[in-house]
């Protein structure tokens, strides 16, 4: 396997055979109409560093996809993504080794994943009520909770802290004092 950058724009991508399979029954919610527009260049920039595509090779123009990335999926539809690169995780073909891939990727990554994910509303919250207690991060920076509640295709009231969870947590710090 090597990993190497591409322009988005100089590349096909389609679901390997088997992962396409594995997906067909599978319920997506897309993403809001027109979410794609509120996001700025920069950001585009920003999250597309963050995302490797598994792949392999048909062509040097055309790769499979061995595990669903909505996220690029999402982001490759922003004009300015055309200009922007993403890396690839290239496997070799071998029958065995992208079947052991494509298992492991789709089957025991979420597996293990899951253990370490909140809620991500919650998560969000916890984040925006830290960085506003702590004035860590500019209010010119700091995303409004309305805008990251259209993002995720929710109100923003569903971005709300677990009050159990603050509960237990206070709890825990007055008995350590």
């Known amino acids: 396997m090597k990993t190497k950058q ?3 724009n100089s590349f096909t991508l389609e679901y390997h055979p088997l992962v396409a399979s594995l997906l067909r029954e599978e319920i ?9 527009d509120h996001l700025h260049e920069r950001e585009i920039h920003i999250l597309l560093k963050t995302i490797t595509l598994n792949v392999i090779s048909v062509t040097r123009e055309h790769f499979l996809l061995l595990t669903p990335e909505p996220l690029f999926a999402l982001l490759r539809q922003h ?3 055309q200009s922007q690169k993403v890396s690839l995780c290239e496997y070799q073909h071998s029958a065995d080794n992208i079947e052991q891939t494509i298992t492991t ?6 597996a293990l994943q899951n253990s370490y994910q909140s ?4 998560t969000l919250a916890s984040r925006l009520n830290n960085a ?3 004035h860590s991060i500019s209010a010119n920076t700091l995303p409004k909770k309305s805008r990251l509640a259209l993002f995720a295709g929710v109100s923003p009231s569903a971005i709300r802290l677990d009050n159990k969870k603050l509960a237990r947590n206070d709890d825990k710090s007055k008995g350590k004092a």
């Open 119 to 122: 809620s991500h509303l919650k």
């Open 28 to 36: 997506t919610v897309p993403s809001p109409a027109g979410v794609i």
């Open 6 to 8: 591409r322009l988005i």
């Open 132 to 134: 506003k207690s702590t």
């Open 79 to 81: 004009p300015c993504a």
């Open 105 to 110: 990727l789709m089957f025991t990554l979420p």
